[in-house]
């Protein structure tokens, strides 16, 4: 049964860390692409970030600040959220992807199965 289990939301101030985890369950991490998407009360849900074989991505708004990476022992994926902004607010989610083009990591389309989110606040 392939289970993605997001964790390490919570309450911080601007400028603080967080570091979310993903475990998975049920597949191995060398096997598919993970990716972090957010999604903030009455927004779209967005891509955040993409690990697969080496190769990691980022969107522009959090490039500096978030850093993704895996331990394939643990079959776990880290996001470390550095210098936390109140617009990184939202509930973050991981997700599994079998196979995309790597220009298109950040759309929820290639995607086939994701985690309950876990929420992240910003504030001060």
């Known amino acids: 049964d392939v289970q993605l289990q997001a964790s390490g939301g919570g309450l911080v101030q601007p400028g603080g860390s967080l570091r979310l985890s993903c475990v998975a369950s049920?597949?191995?991490?060398?096997?598919?692409?993970i990716g972090w998407f957010r999604q903030a009360p009455g927004k779209e849900r967005e891509g955040v970030s993409f690990?697969?074989?080496?190769?990691?991505f980022y969107a522009d708004s959090v490039k500096g600040r978030f850093t993704i990476s895996r331990d394939n022992a643990k079959n776990t994926v880290y996001l470390q959220m550095n210098s936390l902004k109140p617009e990184d607010t939202a509930v973050y989610y991981c997700?599994?992807?079998?196979?995309?083009?790597?220009?298109?990591?950040?759309?929820?389309?290639?995607?086939?199965?994701w985690g309950h989110g876990t929420k992240v606040t910003v504030s001060s």
């Open positions: 690990i697969n074989v080496g190769r990691k």
């Open positions: 997700a599994r992807a079998p196979r995309l083009p790597f220009s298109l990591w950040w759309s929820p389309t290639y995607y086939n199965h």
């Open positions: 049920g597949f191995a991490l060398d096997d598919y692409g």
